[in-house]
């Protein structure tokens, strides 16, 4: 018999699993995300149009204006993902 787990807990875990994921890619290693690496991680996440997704990432995260994400951004990064359906299963 399978253990409860509440979704509030699973959702943390997703969340660091996907704060994992888009650090990952700064392949820079700079502490930002640019374009081309967030593209690299919705590709990773299995979007079908991460260009898209990437400007729209961009729309809701973004919140200094300059193009990229970073370390302080990408809480809302992440929420924006969760929100869009994205997950680590």
Known sequence: M???TPKSINLA???EHLKAIFKEQDTDGDGRLSKAELSKAFEKLG???PGWRVRRSLHHADTD???SIGLNELEELVKYAV???YGVN
């Open 2 to 4: 399978p253990l409860y």
């Open 13 to 15: 875990i997703n969340e």
């Open 47 to 49: 979007s079908r149009n």
């Open 65 to 67: 204006g300059d193009g």
């Open 83 to 85: 929100k869009q359906g």
